[in-house]
């Protein structure tokens, strides 16, 4: 999904303002006032400071300044944002409150941590729990409103191959953009040989921990010592509070088993392995905390995948059998095995559920190249087969793998051929961004929007909107 480019530093701005680390004690004004309104939603004068504070720091930290008042940018953004979510009430937009009620839950969880205690969070903000939940849930209501709106907007553009082509014609050749660096490669991939062992091992780590937490231990503070789940271990394997079916379907399946208290068998997904605690369900929301395992390696179980893949790396040098036919027989990659070795982004796309399977790219930026795999990559010369070597997958399992480079692409000015899809983006996001000033245009046109005279004098992008 296209990221919001007008509305995303407002949103930024309510995250850097609003919450966990985030979350600023309000500031106190001798005179608060309302400065804007649009359509049913106000803007406060408070907001304006706080906000554009937090954009002077984040531009100063970024080494960037502007010459417009960032009040005045703050403004601007503010009332395109309401004007957004009030049209988003209009059209009755399905706005994902499960995630809004999640992210909440998650900045309040931070806080406390930080804070050490809900009795000091509500002292620091002095107001009561429920009031600081309120108001982080306005706010995030809003921006995904917002969100939503644009999203529905933009993606209703889109762009045929003929725009794409006028639209590089007409680029000045001065201002075509730099395409970094890529590397092409295939590659052979085998796992440790003992992977059903170490998965063994795992699950009894796993129901050895179970046990202990029916007999008496916190859940919460194993899953600090041993969840390698980074980001939920510090919050003791809390997850906050979802849908279910935001989880991967082996995860979600075992939670709707159990009662608030429960605790599960050891649960397997493409992650690892799960101990999943149910601590409440409000309707059909789940607040689940969990301690993730992975299968643990050492150097020595890779000595046969090693001493496979140098055989066969020997056997490529040699001519005795083609890269290609090697992949076939042996790698366990399935993403790249069915294109002969050549590896592509699919498991990404995969993973992280984002992007259009069909604008999966065989390039690779270095940023974007795993780093054991560009250590390799860089000392080879096309078409030379590396040695074996350890690498990881894209959830962090281990493996060994040798590759071949097939090519590498310099910095270059892009070009219609051989950078079609940067291209084709570039083409899209203007046709998109026309569309949505387009947009603002007539829908400010037909809602109400009032603005403080001490504010009529600012230097906005989008001058119709200053009524």
Not at 293 to 317: C, F, G, H
Not at 337 to 356: A, C, F, R, T, W
Not at 380 to 386: A, F, I, M, T, Y
Not at 458 to 465: E, G, I, N, P
Request: proline residues 4%; contains cysteine; hydrophobic residues 35%.
């Amino acid at each position: 999904m296209q990221r919001n480019k007008l509305t995303a530093l407002v949103t930024g701005m309510l995250v850097v303002c609003g919450s966990g680390d985030k979350l600023r004690a309000q500031e106190k004004f001798t005179a608060d006032k309302v400065v804007a309104v649009v359509g049913n939603s106000a803007v406060l004068y408070s907001d304006i400071d706080k906000y554009s504070k937090a954009l002077i720091a984040q531009r100063k930290q970024q080494g960037y300044t502007s010459e417009r008042d960032p009040r005045c940018e703050v403004l601007e953004q503010q009332i395109i944002q309401k004007l957004l979510y009030n049209q988003s009430q209009i059209d009755s937009l399905d706005i994902p409150m499960e995630r809004i009620e999640e992210v909440v839950q998650s900045n309040l969880d931070d806080e406390i941590v930080k804070h050490g205690s809900v009795a000091a969070l509500e002292m620091f903000y002095h107001k009561p729990i429920f009031s600081i939940r309120e108001e982080l849930k306005d706010r995030y209501k809003e921006s995904s409103g917002a969100n939503e709106m644009e999203n529905t907007i933009r993606n209703k553009v889109h762009v045929t191959p003929g725009e794409v082509e006028k639209f590089y014609k007409k680029l000045p050749k001065d201002s075509l953009p730099i395409i970094p660096e890529q590397y092409v490669y295939s590659q052979i991939v085998l796992y440790p040989s003992n992977v059903e062992d170490a998965k063994l091992r795992t699950k009894e780590r796993l129901l050895e921990l179970r046990e202990r937490i029916l007999g008496g231990a916190r859940f919460d503070m194993l899953a600090r010592t041993y969840s390698q789940d980074a980001q939920s271990a510090i919050r003791g394997g809390d997850m906050g509070l979802s849908s279910k079916d935001i989880f991967v379907p082996p995860f979600a399946e075992a939670l709707s088993k159990l009662k608030p208290g429960q605790v599960s068998g050891v649960v397997e997904t493409m992650y690892g392995f799960h101990l999943i605690h149910l601590i409440d369900k409000i309707g059909n929301q789940y607040h689940v905390s969990h301690i993730l395992l992975k299968p643990q390696y050492t150097d020595r179980d890779l000595e046969a995948p090693y001493d496979k893949l140098d055989s066969l790396q020997k056997r490529i040098v040699a001519g005795e059998m083609t890269f290609e036919e090697a992949v076939m027989e042996n790698s366990q990659d399935k993403y790249s095995k069915q294109n002969g070795g050549l590896v592509s982004n699919l498991e990404q796309l995969e993973i992280y559920n984002v992007g259009d399977p069909t604008e999966a790219s065989t390039k690779f930026y270095t940023e974007y190249l795993n780093p054991e795999d560009y250590k390799v990559l860089q000392k080879l010369k096309p078409g030379e087969v590396s040695a074996p070597f350890a690498s990881q997958d894209m959830l962090q399992n281990l493996l060994c793998k040798i590759v071949r480079l097939e090519k590498v692409i310099p910095a270059h000015p892009a070009d219609l051929k051989e950078d079609y899809l940067q291209i084709e983006r570039m083409a899209l996001a203007e046709k998109q961004n026309k569309a949505f000033v387009e947009w603002l245009r007539e829908k400010s046109a037909g809602m109400y929007i009032r603005i403080d005279d001490e504010f009529r004098g600012c230097d906005f992008m989008y001058d119709f909107l200053l009524k």
